[in-house]
């Protein structure tokens, strides 16, 4: 149980296109999702949370404008990284909370990670 | 100060030896407390999670938890090659709404050779 899924796992796109990604919790409801970006050799960074139908709350740095996030199911979020640049170019991950209560809402369970590169 | 600090590495130990990876962080309030082990070009894994002091241990596998000194520790006994990877330490941080968010560690690259 508690799998999640990241489409596509790997994408190539030129300067100045938007590319999204979506991150899916399979086989149970997570009412947070958040989406991290890793850099080579460095650690998650936190990104934003997502919240299922309200506005998600980004991290201090992060532009709201740029990096778009829609969390409109319990099992749904996308990550709409717009105008791409090189810079942009980064490996991609979500995580799903479960909407339980408890300890084992507390967890996080991440995707397998999509990794962008902007030509 | 960062938020939660490790060791970077890299941490080569031989292959049946205990491997030890340190972790500390700086918000006294913080409650639970994950080890999470990343492989090169994947996603983590969790393998540990503790939210009180002591020890708690998980087949090869023992995080220990000292609140007062604001420390957290996983111990890998009879270490495998296949335990290779990065290890992230993560804190529970502040609630963002009804979500408390993990704060990585930057992550301990570990080497257990044949």
């Known amino acids: 149980g508690a799998v999640v899924s990241q489409h596509p796992s790997w994408v190539i796109c030129k300067s100045g296109t938007s590319v999204k990604i979506e991150c899916r919790s399979l086989?149970?409801?997570?009412?947070?999702m958040f989406w991290y970006r890793q850099f080579p050799k460095q650690s998650l960074m936190l990104m934003a949370t997502s919240n299922e139908g309200s506005k998600a709350t980004y991290e201090q740095g992060v532009e709201k404008d740029k990096f778009l996030i829609n969390h409109a199911s319990l099992t749904l979020s996308t990550l709409t990284v717009t105008s791409a640049h090189p810079e942009d170019s980064s490996f991609y991950i979500c995580?799903?909370?479960?909407?339980?209560?408890?300890?084992?809402?507390?967890?996080?369970?991440f995707g397998p990670g999509t990794r962008l590169l902007v030509l | 100060q960062k938020e939660v600090e490790q060791n970077s590495g890299p941490l080569s130990v031989p292959e049946g030896a205990i491997a030890s990876l340190n972790c500390t962080y700086s918000d006294r309030g913080s409650q639970s407390f994950f080890w999470y082990r990343q492989y090169s070009g994947k996603s983590p894994e969790l393998i540990m999670f503790i939210y009180s002091n002591g020890d708690k241990e998980d087949g090869r596998f023992t995080a220990q938890l000292n609140k007062a000194s604001q420390y957290v520790s996983l111990l890998i006994r009879d270490s495998q090659p296949s335990d290779s990877a990065t290890y992230l330490c993560a804190v529970s941080g502040p609630l963002r709404g009804s979500a408390r968010q993990l704060t990585f560690g930057s992550g301990t690259q570990l080497t257990v050779l044949p």
């Open positions: 995580s799903a909370r479960p909407q339980r209560r408890g300890t084992s809402g507390i967890f996080q369970y």
């Open positions: 086989d149970f409801q997570a009412t947070t």
